[in-house]
Every structure is written in C-alpha cells, then in structure tokens.
C-alpha cells in the first residue's frame, strides 16, 4: 500500500455538513449514486463515434483530407471515451459492480496507457494529495516545465507558455511508450513507491499493450505504408494529448488554484486545511453552464465536485454544484470557477507566464 507521510487538518464541520446535504439530495431524488441509464446510452455513443472514426481512418481513407478527418474525429472520440467511461470506472462511480468498474478501466489500457499506472497516479496521487508538489505527479513535468511556484526554475522556462502546448501533446506518445513501462519497472511514480502489478494486473498490463500494438500499430501497418501511419499516429496522438493535458491543467494549474507546500518538520504535522477544503481551493471549474462540455467531458469541467465525490457518477455534478458552492460560501471555504471553456484557457496561459518568470528573492533583513 501506498504510504506517503502527509497528514491534513482533521475533518471539520464543513466536510461533515457537505456530506450530508449531498447525501440528503441524492436520497431525495431517489437516483443511483453510480451511474444511470444516461451514462450507458452515451458511452453507446461514444464508443459508435470511437469505432467507426478508426475503421474511417485505417480502411478507407484513400487521400489527405480524408486522413486529416478521421484523425481528428478519432483524437476527439479516444478523448471524449478517456473522459466518460474508464475515467469513471477507474473511480468506481460508472457501475455498483467493481467487477464492471475493473472491467471498464481496462479501456484506458486499450488505448494504450495503463489503467494499473493511471490508478496510482491520478486516483491515489493526484485525487489524495492535489497540487503538493513533489506528492502530486500531475504538476510534475520533469523540469521540462514549471508548474508550481516552489518548483524550481530553469531558464529555457521563460518560454513555456508557448512551448508546453506542443509537448502537451506528446503525452500520450509517453504514456504509450515510456511512462507505464519505467512506472512498473521501478515500482515509483515520481518520488513515491508504488506496488508493482502482479497476477492478474499483470496479465492485463501486458494484455493491454498486446492490444493496443496491434490496433493501432500492426493493423495500420497492414494497411499504409510505415510513414503514411507515422504521421496519422502522431496526427492523432498529439491532438488527444492536448485535449487530455489541456482539460486538467485548466482544472489545477490556474490563477485561482492554490499549491500547499507539504509541512515541514515531524511527520505528524498537518496540512493546515482539512482534505475537503484542501480539495475546493486546489481545484477550479470551467463552463459549468455548458450542457455541450459537460457532455463530452465526462463533467470534468465540474472538476470541485468530481474531487469532492469521485464515486458519485458525473451524470449528478450540475445539481450537485450549487449545493457544494453554498456550503463553501457559509463556511468560508474559496470556490473558484470560470465561467466559460475560453476563460479558462486564459487563465492558464496566465499561470503558466507567471511560472516562466524567476521567483523573486525576499530582501535581506
């Protein structure tokens, strides 16, 4: 088991009264906490979306714009499927059967990126300890970026806010190829020691890159010549990874999103804030009136209430959100959100020009 030696505040009134007014409003409402039947009929869709964009663009593309349409439909479907389903799945929140859950995160392995890794990294990591640096291995761009104000500063940084978009979209490429292999391997992501798979997760780690090698490697093979695949791979990969990147970084790495540094001195020290609040002030929403972005986000753009409540299906986050917001505001706890997809790109672009700078050194006493 992971163990990673962070304490926060203990649980306050605000977590205990946030709990029970969602509780109260799920049981009024008489909905599943997992997911309904909408969320099947859009994974229906997803998947149709997902299938016949690779069979478009693998088969039957027979020139250039074909190619780059399919591509871009087949990003967007590999996308808007990591959203809404293993995403969900992965938390437990898309069936009341862990059994479905496991079987449905297995579906992030078919794309080619673990579901075993993507579990330690973003559920235990990411979810527990959001935006600690050193702790939280999404603000981790192994110097290649700076995300946080205590990370340390290069000087090719004073660049990033135009340079990571383009390596945003080689993420993927090194999930696929690098980062799952070197996180099992060393059993550690980042600094912290995780289990290596074994017995079955490791069958279906090994299972899920024989699937994706075939798919969308050797098929494609059989079809194109090496170079016509090498540019429709990364033409896909480069568009997923900055839709991917780009939709949790405007969750986490904005103006408004605090970073705690991890206390120092003896380990039972705590992190000031208890973890519900630490989860509100680390973590901003984007377009929450949009019905289109909820939808293909999988309601990642209600990101405070998907932090709050990983094992409650996003199919709830609209009607969850003014109560969390409410609860907030009574209990003086800071509850960010921007108000369209666009602003959030801004703020952003913003963070990431505040980080390029060199930290100011404080004045000598």
Same mark, same amino acid.
């Given at each position: 088991?992971?163990?990673?030696?962070?304490?926060?505040?203990?649980?306050?009134?605000?977590?205990? /009264? &946030?709990?029970?007014r969602v509780d109260a409003y799920l049981d009024s409402c008489g909905r599943r906490v997992r997911a309904p039947f909408a969320m099947y009929r859009k994974s229906f869709v997803i998947i149709a979306w997902l299938a016949s964009s690779y069979i478009g663009l693998v088969f039957y593309s027979a020139n250039w714009w074909q190619g780059a349409l399919f591509s871009i439909s087949l990003a967007m479907a590999a996308a808007g499927i990591s959203f809404n389903i293993p995403h969900d799945a992965s938390h437990g929140s898309y069936s009341s059967d862990p059994r479905i859950n496991r079987a449905f995160a297995f579906v992030f392995d078919m794309m080619g990126a673990s579901s075993y890794v993507w579990h330690w990294k973003h559920n235990v990591l990411h979810h527990g300890f959001t935006n600690i640096p050193g702790v939280d291995d999404d603000i981790n761009l192994g110097g290649m970026g700076r995300l946080a104000p205590t990370q340390k500063h290069l000087l090719?940084?004073?660049f990033q806010h135009y340079y990571l978009w383009v390596l945003?979209? &080689?993420i993927t490429v090194k999930w696929q190829w690098v980062d799952d292999f070197q996180n099992v391997i060393s059993a550690k992501i980042g600094s912290a020691d995780i289990p290596r798979p074994k017995g079955l997760e490791m069958f279906l780690f090994v299972l899920g890159k024989a699937f994706w090698l075939t798919f969308f490697v050797i098929v494609p093979l059989t079809q194109h010549s090496f170079g016509i695949w090498l540019l429709g791979y990364f033409a896909v990969n480069m568009m997923l990874g900055v839709i991917v990147a780009v939709v949790f970084q405007m969750a986490h790495t904005v103006e408004e999103a605090d970073f705690v540094e991890p206390p120092p001195g003896a380990p039972e /020290?705590?992190?000031?804030? /208890?973890?519900?609040?630490?989860?509100v002030e680390t973590t901003v929403n984007f377009a929450p009136r949009s019905a289109v972005w909820t939808?293909? &986000?999988?309601?990642?753009?209600?990101?405070i209430e998907h932090h709050l409540f990983p094992s409650v299906s996003h199919i709830h986050y609209p009607e969850l959100a003014p109560i969390v917001e409410q609860t907030c505001n009574e209990h003086g706890v800071s509850y960010s959100k921007h108000p369209t997809f666009r602003a959030a790109i801004a703020s952003h672009f913003r963070w990431l020009r505040e980080m390029s700078r060199p930290p100011v050194e404080p004045l000598a006493a």
């Open positions: 088991m992971l163990s990673v030696p962070i304490k926060f505040g203990v649980r306050s009134d605000f977590r205990k /009264e &946030l709990h029970a090719f940084h004073r945003y979209g &080689l /020290e705590r992190i000031k804030n /208890e973890w519900a609040a630490h989860q939808w293909y &986000l999988g309601g990642l753009n209600y990101q």
